[in-house]
C-alpha cells in the first residue's frame, strides 16, 4: 500500500492492488472504461525471482489514482475494484 503520508506535491500513478487472476481483472476493468495497467509481467533475463516476486507479477495490479481522476472517478474505480473480489 501507499505511505499514509506522502510529501507535498506527491502524487501517485497508480494503487497497486492484489487480485486472484491480474489479466481477467484488468480485463474486467478496462471493459468497465477503467485503465488498469499490468506492469511487470516478466522478470528480467538472466535474472532469476523468488517466490514472493513470482507470487506479485502475477497477482499485482495497477489502478489509477493520479492528479487526473476525479473524485467521482475514484468512487466508481473503487466499486469496481470490490466487485472483483481482491486477496
Not at 36 to 41: G, K, L, Q, T, Y
Not at 58 to 85: F, G, K, N, W, Y
Amino acid at each position: 500500500m501507499l505511505k499514509p503520508n506522502l510529501g507535498r506535491g506527491v502524487c501517485p500513478l497508480f494503487l497497486p492492488i492484489v487480485v486472484e487472476d491480474k489479466h481477467a481483472a484488468a480485463v474486467a476493468l478496462r471493459r468497465q472504461g477503467i485503465c488498469a495497467v499490468e506492469f511487470w509481467n516478466h522478470e528480467a533475463p538472466g535474472t532469476p525471482s523468488g517466490p514472493g516476486a513470482r507470487f506479485l507479477r502475477r497477482h499485482v495490479l495497477e489502478i489509477p489514482l493520479h492528479q487526473d481522476v476525479s473524485e467521482e472517478q475514484l468512487d466508481t474505480i473503487a466499486r469496481r475494484v470490490r466487485e472483483l473480489h481482491p486477496i
